[in-house]
């Protein structure tokens, strides 16, 4: 069982920047391929950026330039750094874990963390 705790929300001004961190426990994190994604009040939840365990990054447009996900292997933790935040960057922001196995993928969530983005 993987377990992810995500922390680094909060509030910020427009233009700001915020550094989220998910740590994970045990000495399985190097297998999973690892994403943020966020959700917004009345939306569906979005991918924001993710990494695969070879350090390969996908970054969703709206962000890119402005997002950065990053991990290290030997704190078993995944990193979203995230400047110039927009109003419309405010939402729920998820840590995510993810293996493709032969008989299914396998998916973990962490709890969430608040960014909101106003003046």
């Known amino acids: 069982q993987v377990q992810l705790v995500e922390s680094g929300g909060g509030l910020v001004q427009p233009g700001g920047s915020l550094r989220l961190s998910c740590a994970t426990n045990g000495n399985i994190f190097s297998l999973y391929d690892m994403g943020w994604y966020r959700q917004a009040p009345g939306k569906q939840r979005e991918l924001v950026a993710r990494?695969?365990?070879?350090?390969?990054?996908n970054t969703e447009d709206s962000v890119k330039g402005r997002f950065t996900i990053s991990r290290d292997d030997r704190k078993n933790t995944v990193y979203l750094q995230m400047t110039i935040l927009k109003p419309e960057d405010t939402a729920v922001y998820y840590c995510?874990?993810?293996?493709?196995?032969?008989?299914?993928?396998?998916?973990?969530w962490g709890q969430g963390t608040q960014v909101t983005v106003s003046s």
């Open positions: 995510n874990a993810h293996r493709s196995l032969i008989l299914g993928d396998l998916d973990y």
């Open positions: 990494i695969s365990t070879d350090g390969i990054t």
